[in-house]
T-cell receptor
């Protein structure tokens, strides 16, 4: 049974650019959630996907968007990057809302 | 709205016992979870309390009082490897998690 894997692990982007982060969920899990964790803060919920449909969204602007694929892997896209988007982006997978398993995260730096 | 409050930092010595408190305000309560996160690592699930009382898992225990909107994580026989950030979190019925700001635990020799 593989765990949750995210790619890339680190990324540096320039303000105004676009970025795509990827997540492979744990085998058998049909629900993926994305979180943003600023330095020294708790993770903040961005959105959740269940069976390829968005199933809840946190207080993030529309330039944060996502996808879930038939194999339940997922992407997080952020357009028009801002300096404040610099954070650790965490993906968590679960089976229909049960215990969430987190990936190691993608550290995004916007300069 | 939903919010969780926990201390920002706690320091203890190896072998000691430490308690990390969490108070919450939520609309719709399904239970209280605890996660551990080492520097640069993924949050890892420690415990979940849906009902009042104490849940014990090895050196870690977690307590919940729904009437007081309060819970705590108790770590016994502290080890250096327990130095990490600890988050309380409230899950929704869909599994979305609302996290506290985290408590940084420093274990000293």
């Amino acid at each position: 049974e593989t765990g949750v894997t995210q790619s890339p692990t680190h990324l540096i982007k320039t303000r105004g650019q676009q970025v795509t982060l990827r997540c492979s969920s744990q085998s058998g899990h049909n629900t993926v959630s994305w979180y943003q964790q600023a330095l020294g803060q708790g993770p903040q919920f961005i959105f959740q996907y269940y069976r390829e449909e968005e199933n809840g969204r946190g207080n993030f602007p529309p330039r944060f968007s996502g996808l879930q694929f038939p194999n339940y892997s997922s992407e997080l896209n952020v357009n028009a990057l801002e300096l404040d988007d610099s954070a650790l982006y965490l993906c968590a997978s679960s089976l229909s809302g049960d215990e969430a398993f987190f990936g190691q995260g993608t550290r995004l730096t916007v300069v | 709205g939903q919010s969780l409050e926990q201390p920002s930092e706690v320091t203890a010595v190896e072998g000691a016992i430490v308690q990390i408190n969490c108070t919450y305000q939520t609309s719709g309560f399904y239970g209280l979870s605890w996660y551990q996160q080492h520097d640069g690592g993924a949050p890892t699930f420690l415990s979940y309390n849906a009902l009042d009382g104490l849940e014990e898992t090895g050196r870690f225990s977690s307590f919940l009082s729904r009437s007081d909107s309060y819970g705590y994580l108790l770590l016994q026989e502290l080890q250096m490897k327990d130095s990490a950030s600890y988050f309380c979190a409230v899950p929704s019925n869909t599994g979305k998690l609302i996290f506290g700001q985290g408590t940084t635990l420093q274990v000293k020799p």
